[in-house]
């Protein structure tokens, strides 16, 4: 049996999942809010350049409903999907990482039990990135889906020989910790 060189106990609940969302969509959400507002806003001077103010109207307008509504959509289906995935449950992983694999072990804290949902091993080589905030690591088993560590929940080592023990593992590193 591989000995246990770090060890993290974090929640899984609504604070974490906005935290996973906040990493994954600001890239789409940058993407529609900015450069599809652009090119309506090209094709309006476009049709102002051809004389033609209804479509230019119609193109600014459509620029606006992007830039306004957009990000309040992109909230909105991301509250809903925190629901679907998380359910009002509040869960606790454990993480067990090895030399060679990360043990995870989920719990499902109900009513005030503890329900041993589900453990998995995994060779980190089969995860797709680690991405480092301030407050989480994220480990990503796919573009979307991530295991959420809080940086604050270690029980063994600390928290930055984690991040440079994961950095020499890990084929995919993004650091975003910004300096205090």
Known sequence: MEEVLFKNVSAMGEKEAKA????TGKRA????????????????????????????????AFA????????????????QANKQVIGGKRLLN??????????????????????VSGTSNL???????CLVTNEYIFLFINQRQSFILDVNGMVQGEANDLIEFLKTKM???????KLA
Request: glycine share 2%; proline share 2%.
């Open 20 to 23: 996973l969302i906040k990493v």
């Open 29 to 60: 959400m940058i993407i529609f809010s900015l450069v599809f507002p652009l090119i309506f806003i090209a094709l309006g001077v476009t049709f102002i350049l051809l004389d033609d103010l209804d479509f230019a109207l119609w193109m600014f």
């Open 64 to 79: 606006i409903a992007f830039v306004i509504v957009f990000p309040l959509l992109f909230l909105f289906s991301a509250k």
């Open 94 to 115: 454990t993480f067990e990482f090895k030399e060679d694999i990360l043990s995870i072990a989920t719990e499902n804290l109900q009513d005030g039990n503890s329900l």
């Open 123 to 129: 060779y980190y080589k089969d995860l797709f990135k």
């Open 171 to 177: 084929v995919k590193f993004q650091d975003k910790r």
